[in-house]
């Protein structure tokens, strides 16, 4: 592959205020000493930023020893880039094993990287698939998109069976961490329910549906609610990982379906309506609608195949319609900024930042699978209540439920 690129300390999401201010704090002579043999995190990070990348490595192997899943990855990191220490690739892939086996992302990335590059470790596509789908696992939308991104690439070149391993593997694996038995078990639906919605909406007449990836991502059975009626067969056709796109067949046919904007260009600031069925088990389960405008052309890391809309979205908009003043799709929503994320970024909260997949890049992925969707021109301005009228009657619920 070797595209990918590894992660390393500078890429830790984390505050640093820890080695700053002990560094003002030894030049002021106002730090308590630890206790002989006892080392923390922040002693290695002042060392790191220091330069003094030997004295870092001694500090966070120490804690490594004692299983400390962040200074293992960057004690890997460390051999890895021959910092503080000779240059070791395979005790680089062995710290990475340890850190990633206690769900450290970043080193289940670098750890995937080493398997598909056979650098250090025996080339194998299989284990780069698994660890770079497990780095995946994350609320941080940029390392989420680089890891499925590169399990993308190494799954171009794996056969189906190599695939099936490796999904085995990774189910195996996170069933061995207890995932299955980790604080989204306390919210378990009962037998017979779902485990997490999302909304689609129809662009054929024929029950072709659009939504997001990850809304039927690992889902043993998918069905779709179509206003009151409920669909129990719904296949999956085709998918995109890194755009976060799938496309799915229910048995049903639809007399109205979405049509997608065909000129003109999309503008900063021009008005937007986001369709959907958000919140469903917590606020109601009607369709709702809201509005606002395109906020940025691009998405997170300046990522041209996004928009960033003010609209607001909750869970349960995935995989919605974003519709124009015509009522015509110029995206499908797709995220929310990660509130936790922005605050560990920049000590703030966000307002108002949310995501949608550009139009274009839906269209590219429909036309690609030769679906025969509608393009028009949006030469009208609708009020919102018809444009919202029309959404309802293609937009829809799709369920996910962990058994067959």
């Not at 002693?43 to 490594?64: H, I, K, T």
């Not at 379906?257 to 919140?279: C, H, I, K, Q, W």
């Amino acid at each position: 592959m070797g595209a990918s690129r590894k992660h390393g300390p500078t890429r830790l999401v984390k505050h640093r205020l820890n080695a700053a201010l002990l560094a003002v704090l030894v030049a002021a002579g106002l730090t308590v000493s630890a206790p002989a043999g006892a080392f923390s995190m922040d002693e290695g990070w002042y060392a790191y930023d220091a330069g003094d990348f030997a004295r870092a490595f001694q500090v966070w192997s120490a804690l490594a020893e004692k299983g400390d899943a962040e200074a293992q990855y960057l004690v890997g990191y460390l051999y890895d880039d021959g910092l503080g220490v000779e240059h070791n690739l395979a005790e680089a892939a062995r710290w990475y094993r340890m850190a990633a086996e206690q769900q450290h992302i970043y080193a289940q990335f670098n750890l995937a990287i080493m398997y598909s590059d056979g650098i250090g470790l025996p080339r194998d596509p299989v284990e780069a698939y698994r660890w770079f789908m497990l780095a995946a696992d994350t609320p941080d939308p940029i390392d989420r998109r680089d890891a499925l991104a590169a399990a993308d690439d190494v799954a171009m070149g794996m056969t189906k069976t190599e695939l099936e391993q490796a999904e085995r593997l990774i189910g195996a694996w996170r069933a061995s961490k207890g995932l299955a038995e980790s604080e989204d078990e306390l919210y378990a639906p009962g037998a017979g329910e779902p485990w997490g919605d999302g909304t689609g909406f129809a662009v054929t007449g024929d029950g072709h549906v659009l939504t997001n990836h990850h809304v039927i991502e690992g889902c043993l059975r998918l069905e779709a609610l179509v206003g009151k009626e409920r669909i129990r067969s719904v296949d999956v056709l085709a998918v995109d990982p890194f755009a976060d796109l799938a496309l799915v067949k229910l048995e049903k046919t639809f007399d109205a379906t979405a049509s997608f904007r065909d000129g003109p260009t999309l503008r900063l600031g021009e008005p937007v309506m986001v369709a959907g069925f958000p919140m469903r088990h917590v606020v109601s389960t009607s369709f709702t609608v809201t509005t606002g405008i395109i906020s940025a052309m691009v998405g997170i890391d300046d990522y041209a195949g996004e928009l960033q809309i003010s609209a607001p979205v909750q869970p349960g908009n995935s995989g919605g319609p974003l519709l124009d003043r015509a009522g015509n799709v110029i995206g499908v929503v797709s995220a929310q900024l990660d509130e936790w994320y922005a605050v560990d970024a920049v000590d703030a909260l966000p307002q108002n930042i949310n995501f949608a997949i550009n139009g274009q890049v839906v269209q590219k992925f429909l036309d690609k699978h030769e679906v025969s969707f509608v393009r028009r021109a949006s030469e009208e301005t609708l009020a919102t209540d018809t444009i919202a009228d029309a959404a309802e009657d293609f937009t829809l619920v799709i369920e996910c439920y962990d058994t067959p």
